[in-house]
């Protein structure tokens, strides 16, 4: 997904990354990955305020994606252990869409088409909008 992209480029470091995104005005979409083995990494999604973010991550972690606008504004409350990527978006690049998919090709990892479908961390916008014009409606 959106969040294994933004963190594609960093997963080589050797440290925890933790890529983000926003979500509305005060939450950020997160995915954290850390190393288990050679190649593969756990990954946890999740969603999350700044600060909380913040004070849950581990020593040496590294932030990058579009939400660290977002973390930019807190970076007197940053401790020094953790590192923030400052690039301007789009951060996504297509050469680690590209990297995720080969490698998924080389491991002869596949998905059947009728199974494709986006992980929702939490409920789509739309879910959210439609609950609230049944509760009106009711």
Known sequence: GSLEVEAYP???????????????????YVGRFQHSTEQKYE???????????????PDG??????????????TEELPTSLMLDKSQPPTRRPSSLVALAYSRLVESS???????QPI???????????GRVRMTNS
């Open 43 to 57: 990954r946890l999604y999740q969603v999350v305020a700044p600060q909380e973010l913040i004070e849950s991550s």
């Open 10 to 28: 960093y997963l080589g470091f050797g440290r925890p990354v933790c890529s983000v995104i926003p979500a509305g005005k005060k939450l950020l």
């Open 61 to 74: 972690t590294l932030f990058c994606g579009e939400g660290t606008v977002v973390l930019t504004s807190l």
């Open 110 to 116: 596949t998905d059947a088409p009728e199974s494709l």
């Open 120 to 130: 929702y961390i939490r409920g789509s916008q739309f879910e959210s909008a439609q």
